[in-house]
């Protein structure tokens, strides 16, 4: 049974546009969210995380917005560019345990020129 | 430095053959991971050593041995295993308490062939 999902396999947007991942959970006892974005041949890199505390959290290009209630969380980049291209994997972390981590199937996302 | 190194990058084994995956960081922190990663999956938690002991266990086949010899190693014995063990490895690491543990830094992995 997958506790976060990603339903959008890929997503492609134009440059200057905004990309918007989405991520649902089903578990409410998540309390901290976690965006990781990987390039090929490369280890997941941290991007961005929102604790169940907060609405939004925003860090430059990147936005992560968490309803609760809907136990939904998106990822807004604006503007899109080029070398955003890559697999982003939605994370969340059990209140139970600051060492798990449980990660969507990752959505691909490219940018086009 | 904010990385996490990990030897070799690549890896074909038989499943007769031991081997070992190394990982390393030097960022201080005192909590570090094994993730496995099939194509086209999540990572998926298999180890997590605090403080230089294991925490975390998820119910990972005994052919696959962590070791974390001291905070700044971490070390994956590998022994008997299956060509569905063939995988992205993944090795990471975070501060190890507080708020800012969850947020992991990983290492490039290790693709494992077992052929």
């Known amino acids: 049974d997958q506790q976060v999902k990603q339903n959008s396999p890929s997503l492609s947007v134009q440059e200057g546009r905004i990309s918007i991942l989405n991520c649902d959970y089903t578990n409410s006892m998540f309390d901290y969210f976690l965006w990781y974005k990987k390039y090929p041949a490369e280890g997941p890199t941290f991007l961005i995380s929102i604790s169940s505390i907060k609405d939004k959290n925003e860090d430059g290009r990147f936005t992560v917005f968490l309803n609760k209630s809907a136990k939904h969380l998106s990822l807004h980049i604006v503007p899109s560019q080029p070398g955003d291209s890559a697999v982003y994997f939605c994370a969340a972390r059990g209140m139970d345990s600051s060492y798990k981590l449980i990660f969507g199937s990752g959505t691909r996302l490219l940018v086009r020129p | ?115």
Not at chain 2, 9 to 26: I, R
Not at chain 2, 98 to 110: K, S, V, Y
């Open chain 2, 1 to 115: 430095d904010t990385e996490v190194t990990q030897t070799p990058k690549h890896l074909v084994m038989g499943m007769t053959n031991k081997k070992s995956l190394k990982c390393e960081q030097h960022m201080g922190h005192r909590a570090m991971y094994w993730y496995k990663q099939k194509a086209k999956k999540p990572p998926e938690l298999m180890f997590v050593y605090s403080y230089e002991k294991l925490s975390i266990n998820e119910s990972v086949p005994s052919r696959f041995s962590p070791e974390c010899p001291n905070s700044s190693l971490l070390n994956l014995h590998l022994h008997a295993l299956q060509p569905e063990d063939s995988a992205l490895y993944l090795c990471a690491s975070s501060p190890g308490q507080g708020r800012m543990n969850t947020e992991a830094f990983f290492g490039q992995g290790t693709r494992l062939t077992v052929v």
